[in-house]
């Protein structure tokens, strides 16, 4: 069977449009979700302290432990539990990624079961892995292996997404060899978002390709104009 096209419509729909920017205000907020629907995109993704998001009808996603995962897993619990109170419908966590290159995969799991018990289903849980930071500081080869043993643990932890990249860390965003050991390792199972980097139609047909099945954007509208329906 043929795989169905990527049209305009069906990456949009993959899209969380976003906006983690330290500087964003308010009024930067309002115009996201402005463009949001324009674009009918699948999500906005914003800070916690811009929650709650004017935007009925939307899906809203925020972030916890954000960017650098260094944080108590209670305490990320905490702010993605008081997110979803503010509206939030889904929560992208970072782990510790130190912790995570160290080898300790059952502390990150923990770090996960941590907040998942905070923000049971239907909130959608994605778990950022850094895997620029990863791939960086082990190697392509022991790189893939980690990411492949943490995408299993964070799914044994009942995560929805794992998710390459925050976009805020010196190693880089997300690549093509990231998502692929993600899909090799999990996909089917657990969703695949890829984010950091994104910024036009080609990267992000790559990136499809290779299995992911989200994408966080905050360039989505250049992306979205590669596509057509």
Not at 20 to 27: G, T
């Amino acid at each position: 069977m043929a795989p169905t096209p990527l049209t305009r419509s069906r990456v949009a729909a993959m899209i969380d449009h976003t906006l983690l920017s330290p500087d964003a205000s308010r009024e930067d907020v309002a115009a996201l979700v402005e463009e949001a629907r324009e674009l009918g995109v699948g999500a906005v993704c914003v800070s916690p302290a811009m929650l709650p998001v004017p935007g009925e009808g939307l899906t809203v996603a925020t972030v916890a432990g954000f960017p650098s995962g260094k944080h108590h897993a209670l305490v990320k619990a905490m702010e993605a539990r008081l997110a979803v109170d503010q509206g939030a419908d889904e929560v992208d966590m970072v782990i510790d990624v130190g912790a995570a290159i160290a080898g300790l995969v059952d502390e990150v799991m923990a770090d996960v079961l941590t907040v998942r018990d905070a923000v049971p289903p239907p909130v959608r849980l994605k778990v950022i892995l850094e895997t620029a930071a990863i791939h960086r500081a082990l190697g392509d080869e022991a790189g893939d292996e980690r990411i492949e043993a943490l995408c299993h643990a964070v799914a044994r932890a009942g995560a929805d997404y794992v998710k390459t990249s925050t976009g805020f860390h010196p190693a880089g965003g997300a690549s093509v060899r990231a998502v692929e050991v993600m899909h090799r390792a999990i996909g089917g199972q657990v969703g695949i978002k890829a984010s950091g980097g994104i910024r036009d139609a080609d990267t992000a047909r790559t990136m499809i390709d290779a299995g992911a099945t989200r994408l966080g954007l905050s360039g989505s509208r250049a992306v979205l104009e590669g596509f057509a329906d």
